[in-house]
Nanobody, 117 residues
Framework: QVQLVESGGGLVQAGGSLRLSCAAS????????MAWLRQAPGQEREFVAA??????TYADSVKDRFTISKNNGERTLYLHMSDLKPGDTALYYC????????????WGQGTQVTVSS
């Protein structure tokens, strides 16, 4: 099984940038579809972006501002976030699943991103 550890969160002003990292250990990294999801206080967890066998996909709210990438050699998933908005404030989770399965099975503990106005 894969274990996931996120890092890179923090406090940033609106318009700023951050890069989140998700380091994976165990499992066969190249075998997994991987994604970033986020949860703001009092709200349900929502999809942000994913790297699938078919390519990358993004939520409309982050398209053209966020870029997801997967470095198989480093066993790390990244999320480059730019033009951050207060609405991006949330706990960001890294998740992994097997291809052709709908549910993400493996989760990290999350890293907090706070965007001030």
């Amino acid at each position: 099984q894969v274990q996931l550890v996120e890092s890179g969160g923090g406090l940033v002003q609106a318009g700023g940038s951050l890069r989140l990292s998700c380091a994976a250990s165990g499992g066969i990294f190249t075998a997994y579809d991987m994604a970033w999801l986020r949860q703001a206080p009092g709200q349900e967890r929502e999809f942000v972006a994913a790297v699938l066998r078919s390519g990358t996909t993004y939520a409309d709210s982050v398209k053209d501002r966020f870029t997801i990438s997967k470095n198989n050699g480093e066993r790390t998933l990244y999320l480059h976030m730019s033009d951050l908005k207060p609405g991006d404030t949330a706990l960001y989770y890294c998740a992994a699943k097997f291809p052709f399965v709908a549910t993400y099975k493996f989760w990290g503990q999350g890293t907090q991103v706070t965007v001030s106005s």
